[in-house]
């Protein structure tokens, strides 16, 4: 299984971006995608999370600000990001089986990418 995280870069505060993260290998497509975060220096945190049904969660630090999509036949996952702030500078990562977006849990998964660097300063 191999996890295509990309779309990062350097912006300003208050800037958007758009994150994607392309699965190949999955067998089937019933599972759900997560995106984290890790910021230097702190522990990576959930930012949002999507199953097949299309059922959404998102964490309470990014509620408003980002949307998660996903087109099945593409395996693609989006992360939509809004009004930037350099708090949200890290890199973010998506990964498979590590979320369920009914009751907003996160779990440790085998499969992840390798992340896309997001900094937001002026």
């Known amino acids: 299984v191999q996890l295509q995280a990309s779309g990062g870069g350097s912006v300003q505060p208050g800037s958007s971006l758009t994150l994607s993260c392309v699965e190949r290998g999955w067998p089937g497509d019933d599972y759900a995608v997560g995106w984290f975060r890790q910021a230097p220096g702190k522990e990576r945190e959930g930012v949002s999370c999507?199953?097949?049904?299309?059922?959404?969660y998102y964490s309470e630090f990014l509620k408003g600000r980002v949307t998660i999509s996903r087109d099945i036949a593409k395996k693609t996952v989006t992360l939509q990001m809004n009004n930037l702030k350099t708090e949200d500078t890290a890199v973010y990562y998506c990964?498979?089986?590590?979320?369920?977006?009914?009751?907003?849990?996160?779990?440790?998964?085998?499969?992840w990418g390798q992340g896309t660097l997001v900094t937001v300063s002026s």
């Open positions: 999507i199953n097949r049904a299309g059922r959404k």
């Open positions: 990964s498979l089986e590590s979320c369920d977006p009914a009751n907003g849990m996160w779990y440790d998964s085998a499969y």
